[in-house]
Each structure stands twice: as C-alpha cells, then as structure tokens.
C-alpha cells in the first residue's frame, strides 16, 4: 500500500527538466566556428573556477586578471568575436557583449576588493557575468 502511494506521489510530481520541451533556438553556423566557439565556452568554465579558486584564496588580483583577458573585454579579439557575433543573432551576440562587459565590471570590482576587502561585491560582479551564461545557454544551441 505504502508503495503505491509512494507511486502516485512520484507520478504526480512534475517532469524534470530533460523531459521538457527543449525551446533552444538552433543557431547554424559554418562547422569550424562551432568548433572554435565551444572551444571557447570550454575555456570559460576553466577561467570561472580559476577565478572563484584565486577568490576562495583572496587573489584578487590574479582573479581580476584572468576575467578580463579570458572572459572580459580585452578577450574579444582572441576569442575572435567580431567574426563570431555575424553568424549569431542579434540578440545572442548582445548577450555575448554583455558578458564580455560584466567580465571586464568584475576586474574592476575584484581589484577594489582587494584594496577595501570584502568578497561580497567581488561574488556579486561574478554572479553578474555567470547571469549571462545562463541567459545565452537557457536561450541557444548550436547542435
Ligand atoms: C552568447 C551566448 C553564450 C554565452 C554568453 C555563453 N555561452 Fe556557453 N555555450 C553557448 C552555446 C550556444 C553552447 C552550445 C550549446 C548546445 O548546442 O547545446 C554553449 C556551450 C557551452 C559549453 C559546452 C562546450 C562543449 O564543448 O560542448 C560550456 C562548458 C559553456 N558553454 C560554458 C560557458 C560559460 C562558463 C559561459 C560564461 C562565462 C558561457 N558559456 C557563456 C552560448 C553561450
């Protein structure tokens, strides 16, 4: 009995997430720029847990530095973006520029941390720009 009712309550339990409908849109793009692209994305999840490892450790500066030349503005040319945001749509593109931007923010912060101290802002100005991972990812796929 108690296994039934267990049953019921898991079948009336909403479908995760892998079930749902995935409402990505599919963004086409020539195979190499993919394979550069996510080449690139890769990158990014390296510089985000380098960077909250130099946090953990109160490296502000060494934080601050790998955020603005793997993810902020100063990357753009490296991560070819110019060539990059054509094959997007606009508003993909926007996103990409807006976290190039909060990357860059973050530098800044994190320096001011490390002469004020305080990681709260520093966490904050990082939540900013992995917001924008978020929003592009929940948004597009190139597969
Ligand atoms: C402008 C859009 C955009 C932004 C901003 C963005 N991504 Fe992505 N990312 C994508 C897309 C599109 C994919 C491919 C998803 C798919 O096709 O399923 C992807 C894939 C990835 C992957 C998988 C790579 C692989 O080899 O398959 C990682 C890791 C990743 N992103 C990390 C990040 C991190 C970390 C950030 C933020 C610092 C970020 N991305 C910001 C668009 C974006």
């Given at each position: 009995?108690?296994?039934?009712i267990?049953?019921?309550?898991?079948?009336?339990?909403?479908?995760?997430?892998v079930?749902?409908?995935?409402?990505?849109?599919?963004?086409?793009?020539?195979?190499?720029?993919?394979?550069h692209?996510?080449?690139?994305?890769?990158?990014?999840?390296?510089?985000?847990?380098q960077?909250?490892?130099?946090?953990a450790?109160?490296?502000?500066?060494?934080?601050?530095?790998?955020?603005?030349?793997?993810?902020?503005?100063?990357?753009?040319e490296?991560?070819g973006?110019?060539?990059?945001?054509?094959?997007?749509?606009?508003?993909?593109?926007a996103?990409?520029?807006?976290?190039?931007?909060?990357?860059?923010?973050?530098?800044?912060?994190?320096?001011?941390?490390?002469?004020?101290?305080?990681?709260?802002?520093?966490?904050?100005?990082?939540?900013?720009?992995?917001?924008?991972?978020?929003?592009?990812?929940?948004?597009y796929?190139?597969?």
């Open positions: 009995m108690r296994g039934k267990l049953l019921l309550i898991v079948m009336l339990l909403p479908l995760p997430q079930f749902a409908e995935d409402r990505r849109v599919r963004v086409e793009m020539p195979p190499m720029m993919r394979e692209m996510l080449a690139n994305m890769r990158d990014h999840l390296l510089a985000l847990e960077i909250t490892r130099h946090l450790n109160r490296e502000y500066d060494s934080a601050a530095e790998i955020a603005e030349t793997r993810l902020g503005m100063s990357s753009l490296g991560h973006a110019a060539h990059m945001a054509k094959v997007m749509p606009r508003e993909m593109a996103i990409g520029t807006a976290m190039h931007r909060a990357a860059s923010r973050f530098a800044i912060t994190a320096r001011d941390a490390e002469i004020e101290g305080g990681l709260n802002a520093a966490f904050s100005a990082l939540s900013d720009v992995m917001q924008q991972c978020v929003a592009c990812h929940s948004g796929r190139v597969h």
